[in-house]
T-cell receptor
Framework: RKEVEQDPGPFNVPEGATVAFNCTYSNSASQSFFWYRQDCRKEPKLLMSVYSSGNEDGRFTAQLNRASQYISLLIRDSKLSDSATYLCVVKRDYDKVIFGPGTSLSVIP | EAGVAQSPRYKIIEKRQSVAFWCNPISGHATLYWYQQILGQGPKLLIQFQNNGVVDDSQLPKDRFSAERLKGVDSTLKIQPAKLEDSAVYLC??????????FGSGTRLTVV
């Protein structure tokens, strides 16, 4: 079993739709959690950190459930520019960072 | 603030040849990572440095891959000899503690 797993994609949604991505991690010692966005042929870039209390940044909401070892990302009112691959990232001790396989999102006009 | 610099951007080599990639992290970032990203997959950690020491190289194929960060600043990753399955994007990233984990633009390697 991989240490970080994500919903297999791709997700194809119309503009304005709400879409949710799920991620699970297997190591209970994981300390920090992030969502990264990767555009085609570009490097990953930090989208948002994920806090235990849940956090929101505009149309994006991230949630963490430590008991279930589960992270989610919700995108409301999808825009064409949201089309990308979304990577779930888990950080353990000694700054070891593990990436999930990514979930591809295509927002369709 | 300058970002993580990587070179070259692209490289095409024949199998069994050698290749080297270079990375210069953000100034002051003690932790440096090399990742391999195969098309359609998430980045896979190859090696992590803390200053000039190796923290984790458990997924580095040591029979053909090597990396060094001699002065705790820039780093090189070498593949010798290359195989077809090494075709991927090699990403370098750096961080300062738990803050600011930044990637370079990567080196796209094609082995033919």
């Amino acid at each position: 079993r991989k240490e970080v797993e994500q919903d297999p994609g791709p997700f194809n949604v119309p503009e304005g739709a709400t879409v949710a991505f799920n991620c699970t991690y297997s190591n209970s010692a994981s300390q920090s959690f992030f969502w990264y966005r990767q555009d085609c042929r570009k490097e990953p870039k930090l989208l948002m950190s994920v806090y235990s209390s849940g956090n929101e940044d505009g149309r994006f909401t991230a949630q963490l459930n430590r008991a279930s070892q589960y992270i989610s990302l919700l995108i409301r009112d999808s825009k064409l520019s949201d089309s990308a691959t979304y990577l779930c990232v888990v950080k353990r001790d000694y700054d070891k960072v593990i990436f999930g396989p990514g979930t591809s999102l295509s927002v369709i006009p | 603030e300058a970002g993580v610099a990587q070179s070259p951007r692209y490289k095409i080599i024949e199998k069994r040849q050698s290749v080297a990639f270079w990375c210069n992290p953000i100034s002051g970032h003690a932790t440096l990572y090399w990742y391999q990203q195969i098309l359609g997959q998430g980045p896979k950690l190859l090696i992590q440095f803390q200053n000039n020491g190796v923290v984790d190289d458990s997924q580095l194929p040591k029979d053909r891959f090597s990396a060094e960060r001699l002065k705790g600043v820039d780093s090189t990753l070498k593949i010798q000899p290359a195989k077809l399955e090494d075709s991927a994007v090699y990403l370098c990233a750096s961080s300062f503690r738990l803050v600011g984990y930044t990637f370079g633009s990567g080196t796209r390697l094609t082995v033919v």
